[in-house]
C-alpha cells in the first residue's frame, strides 16, 4: 500500500478543490496552504483531512468543507491590524487561519473540550495572539468589545443584533443564514453607525450554533 502523500493532498485540496470554486486571494491561499488541516482533523478522520466534506469533530458538530472555509475568508479580507471575534472555536483550524490573516483572534465555544482541544493545537504550532473561551455565545459575548470581523462558524436563524452592532466601522460580519433547507452565507458589512449592507454570498449548509435550532413548531386541534 503506498504511502498517504500529506503534501500532494493539501496541493489538490487548495488547486483543485478552492481555488475553482473562485478563491484566487493570494493570502487566503497562502493560510490554506501554510496551515497544517490534518493536525486540526480526529486521528480516526484524518484520511480525510482534505476532502471536500464536512468532517464530524464530537458533539455532532463538524469541520466546514475546505471550499467553504476558502470562501468564507476571501470574503472577510481580514487584514493583518484587525481584530477578529470568532463563535464556534470547533477544531481550532479555522481560529488558527484568523490568526495568521489578522492582528488577533477572540474566539468562543459552548464545549469546553473543544475550546482546550484548539489551545492545545494552536500552542503547538507557535499560533499566538489568540484568546480562547468557553461558554454560551449564541446571542452575544465580549458585549464591551468591538471587532473588525466576526465570524458565526455555525447556522442561525437569523444574526443576533449585538453581534451587529460590535462591528467597527468597515467591519464584516460573516454567517450562514436561514431555515435548514434554504441556508445562505451572509455579509453583513457597518458602512456607518447607523448604516448596515447586507449581502447574501452563496447558499451553503451547516449545522445550527447550539442554541440556535430552529424551535419545534407545535399545533393544536
Known sequence: MMAFDTERARFNMVEQQIRPWDVLDKRVLDTLFKIPREHFVPAEQRQFAFSDIALPIGHGETMLPPVVEGRILQSLAVAPNERVLEIGTGSGFFTACLAHLGQSVHTVDIYSDFTQSAAEKLAALGIERVVLETGDA????????????????????????????????????????????N????????????QFDTQNLFETYTRYLKGAEPKPQFSFA
Do not use: C, H, K
Open 138 to 181: 449564541v446571542n452575544g459575548w465580549a458585549g464591551n468589545e468591538r471587532f473588525d470581523v466576526i465570524v458565526l462558524t455555525g447556522a442561525v436563524q437569523r444574526i443576533p443584533e449585538s453581534y451587529r452592532q460590535q462591528l467597527n466601522v468597515g467591519g464584516r460580519l460573516f454567517a450562514i443564514v436561514g431555515p435548514e433547507q
Open 183 to 194: 441556508m445562505s452565507a451572509t455579509m453583513v458589512t457597518r458602512q456607518a453607525n447607523d
